[in-house]
């Protein structure tokens, strides 16, 4: 293991480096005027029990978070291991990303991708700009979880199930 102590961090080592802790890889989806909407991120994070709110962090350059921010409101699809392909497939840049999605939807009428391990539906409550993401803390106001499949993982660089 190479010890850095810098306040030059580069970027590939920041990387490699937090890549040693495995994050969990969600969908966050959302409507506006009628269009769904869904990006993954892997920072979604429970931040208080009391209010309940949970977190995540879109990045600056992402086309379908501006969207998502101007409808208010976001649910949280935690995908499970099984799932790959609809992670890779809402990290492409396609216009529908819905196309041939079966899904239900939350509480709200947000779109809930089936199968998923957990669903969380939220307002948004505050956004932040913190470095070349933002912070965007949502107020929960339904949720559902389930224990039927084992949630995927992103660790050094991949996409895992755990159950494997």
């Known amino acids: 293991m190479t010890d850095i102590i810098s306040s030059d961090i ?9 890549g040693c802790y495995p ?17 993954v991120v892997g920072s979604f994070t429970s931040i208080s029990l009391d209010p309940p709110l949970v977190g995540f962090f879109p990045g600056k350059g992402s086309r379908s978070w501006p969207l998502i921010e101007q409808s208010g409101r976001f649910c949280v699809n935690v995908l499970a291991g099984h799932q790959i392909d609809i992670c890779k497939h809402f990290a492409s840049k396609i216009d ?5 999605l079966t899904h239900g939807q939350s509480p709200s009428g947000l779109p809930i991708i089936d ?16 470095g070349d993401h ?31």
């Open 10 to 18: 580069d970027p590939r080592t920041f990387r490699d480096v937090l």
């Open 23 to 39: 994050t969990g890889v969600s969908v966050i989806t959302s409507a506006l005027q009628g269009v769904r909407l869904g990006l």
């Open 115 to 130: 199968e998923a391990v957990a669903w969380i539906d939220c307002r948004i409550e505050r956004v932040q700009e913190i």
């Open 96 to 100: 529908d990303k819905f196309a041939d």
């Open 134 to 164: 933002y912070l965007v803390v949502g107020a929960v106001e339904a949720m559902s979880g389930s224990d039927l499949h084992q949630p995927l993982v992103f660790l050094r660089g991949a996409y895992r199930d755990i159950a494997a």
